[in-house]
């Protein structure tokens, strides 16, 4: 089958084109390296694109050239704080661009089996009812959250408007190898896992704990999140529907410290600051209609963590 990933050159996009590839299938990405890396993929395998989704006549090249069996929107400004300093580019990137590929979609791919929108719980934002159903309400609290949930709309628009065959996944909190730890917006344990190898490397390392550490997430491991992405991809039931990605279970971000610190058996050095703007206190998911779709959630967040650092430790 013939796959397209966008942002397929950052941490979730890298390891299913790896996944795709393993499995026989032909994977184009294409990723402008904001924040992806092309070390991330193997460029024998994966045809890769450096471009920015944002450029109408190289998307519009890239769905003439291939008539893709899946296709898989990635691409985005993955940071819920980053959004909030740079709001009118998050907008092209995480809306607009998607809106354009979707046309093209329409108009260029005639056979095409699936879409897939890589949307977020930031969606609920902090309204307290827990766990977060895909029908709870929806409270954007950042512009990232307004675009995705704008995103999402225009797929679930075109699947049922114009037989764009389309799902939507809402990701929370994913980690593990691969996740690029150097912007200050970065994924938390990427960043927490950076701190550790510094420390490690002798170096006097500080993390930051934005508010009292006591906010809660709902931390998934990549290779789970792979097995909910083929799951929606095939399924012939999860068409124009909606899922969380998930584990079903919260963990504070002081719980997550302590388990880095029993890991490596050494103390972090800690410095808690106020609270970011538009950060969401509470979040974990339920994932039963994942479930209905076969899924199982393999990884406990102790479990996660260790493949996580025994995987980083082998790379060193
Ligand atoms: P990531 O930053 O590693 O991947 C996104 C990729 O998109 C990067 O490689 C980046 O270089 C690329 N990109 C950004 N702007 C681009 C542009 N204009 N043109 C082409 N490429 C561009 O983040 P990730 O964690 O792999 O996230 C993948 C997707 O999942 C994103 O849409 C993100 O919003 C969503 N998501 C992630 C999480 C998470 O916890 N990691 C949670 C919810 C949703
Ligand atoms: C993350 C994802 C976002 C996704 C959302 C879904 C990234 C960069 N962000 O956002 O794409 O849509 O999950 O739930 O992958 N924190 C610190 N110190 C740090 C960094 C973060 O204390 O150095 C705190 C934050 O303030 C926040 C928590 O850790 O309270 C998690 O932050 P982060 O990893 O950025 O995740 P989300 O904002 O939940």
């Known amino acids: 089958m013939k796959y397209l990933i966008t ?14 590839v393993d499995n026989g299938h032909e994977v184009t990405v294409i990723d402008d390296l904001s924040m992806g890396k092309k070390e991330n993929l193997d460029t024998e395998k994966v045809y890769f694109i450096k471009g920015d989704i944002r450029d109408n006549e190289l998307m519009e090249q890239v769905f003439e050239k291939t008539q893709f069996d899946y296709v898989f929107l990635l691409a985005a400004i993955a940071s819920v704080a980053d959004s909030i300093q740079r709001p009118i580019e998050t907008h092209e990137v995480n809306l607009d661009a ?3 590929i979707l ?5 260029k791919q ?3 089996k699936r879409v897939v929108f890589a949307s977020s719980a930031a969606v609920y934002g902090d309204e307290p009812t827990l766990p977060k159903k895909e029908n709870s309400q929806i409270k954007p609290l950042s512009p990232y959250a307004i675009d995705k949930f ?5 797929v679930l628009l075109y699947n049922n408007l114009y037989g764009v065959p389309a799902s939507v996944v809402r990701f929370f909190n994913v980690y593990g190898m691969n996740q690029n730890p150097e912007s200050p917006y970065s994924g938390v344990l990427s960043i927490i896992t950076d701190k550790f190898k510094q420390k490690l490397a002798g170096k006097d390392a500080v993390f930051n704990v934005y508010g009292d550490g006591n906010q809660e997430r709902d931390f998934v491991f990549i290779e789970d999140v792979i097995q909910a992405l083929m799951l929606v991809s095939e399924s012939e039931s999860s068409r124009g529907n909606v899922y969380n990605v998930g584990t079903g279970i919260a963990t504070s971000l002081n719980r997550i410290i302590e388990i880095y610190n029993d890991y490596f058996k050494i103390s972090m050095k800690l410095n808690y600051l106020p609270s970011r703007d538009g950060d969401i206190r509470y979040s974990y ?4 209609s994942l479930q209905n779709l076969g899924y199982v959630p393999i990884y406990s967040i102790v479990k996660g963590i260790h493949s996580y650092l025994k995987k980083e430790l082998e790379n060193l």
């Open 285 to 288: 998911a339920d994932i039963s």
């Open 103 to 107: 046309k093209l979609i329409k108009e």
């Open 98 to 100: 998607n809106l354009n």
């Open 150 to 154: 704008a995103s999402e709309q225009f």
């Open 110 to 112: 005639n056979d095409i």
């Open 7 to 20: 942002g397929g050159a950052g941490f979730i996009g890298s390891s299913l084109a790896k996944k795709l």
